[in-house]
């Protein structure tokens, strides 16, 4: 079984609609994020959250709100899609361990969304 | 500003034949450098964590370096499974995330 899960593994939609990416893990890491990558452009991180309580912005956050319902469990949305929210999304878990507090990050299937 | 730049961004290769890419970054108080490969349409698998320069990691036909500018990604004797892209990362800064390159495509051709 995957250790990172993502739903929808694809989706279309159209301009102005609600749309919400879902991911879920069973490593037990409290730090999971969101990704997206175009091409060109490489992976770029959306939000990211160290615990259920903490949420913090990324570098592209605008247009993007985020949900972390539990531990294992963080769900990205679109409140109203537009064409260039056409990307690859990835979901990351990752765990300080071992007296480093940034670890390696380990990274759903991804979920290739497109807005038409 | 943080930054990782790789290069080549493609390299063809013939079975066995070795080379090696590169990984350039200028992260402030670098924490640790990373390396990923991506196939197509997947999700980047972890290879490699390297967190001091001279520190160096193998894994089969793979072996990562790290230097205090830069890291190298070297494949001996690749094979056309080895084609993918490679992702390197580094983490630094006040909130130590992720900083990835755009990543160099390998192919590998029999």
């Known amino acids: 079984d995957a250790d990172v899960t993502q739903t929808p593994r694809n989706r279309i939609t159209k301009t102005g609609k609600r749309i919400m990416l879902e991911c879920s893990q069973t490593k037990g890491h409290d730090r999971m994020y969101w990704y997206r990558q175009d091409p060109g452009l490489g992976l770029r991180l959306i939000y990211y959250?160290?615990?259920?309580?903490?949420?913090n912005k990324g570098e592209i956050s605008d247009g993007y709100s985020v949900s972390r319902q539990a531990q294992a469990k963080f769900s990205l949305s679109l409140e109203s899609a537009i064409p260039n929210q056409t990307a690859l999304y990835f979901c990351?878990?990752?765990?300080?361990?071992?007296?480093?507090?940034?670890?390696?990050?380990?990274f759903g299937p991804g979920t290739r969304l497109t807005v038409l | 500003e943080d930054q990782v730049t790789q290069s080549p961004e493609a390299l063809r290769l013939q079975e066995g034949e070795s080379s090696s890419l590169n990984c350039s970054y200028t992260?402030?108080?670098?924490?640790?450098l990373f390396w990923y490969r991506q196939d197509p349409g997947k999700g980047p698998e972890f290879l490699f964590t390297?967190?001091?320069a001279g520190e160096e990691k193998e894994k089969e036909r793979l072996k990562a370096t790290l230097t205090k500018k830069e890291s190298f990604l070297h494949i001996t004797a690749p094979k056309p499974e080895d084609s993918a892209t490679y992702l390197c990362?580094?983490?630094?800064?006040?909130?130590?995330?992720?900083?990835f390159g755009k990543g160099t495509k390998l192919s590998v051709k029999p």
């Open positions: 390297l967190y001091s």
């Open positions: 959250s160290f615990d259920v309580k903490d949420i």
């Open positions: 990351a878990t990752s765990d300080p361990r071992g007296g480093r507090t940034y670890n390696e990050q380990f």
């Open positions: 990362a580094g983490t630094g800064g006040s909130q130590g995330n992720l900083i």
């Open positions: 992260v402030s108080g670098l924490r640790g």
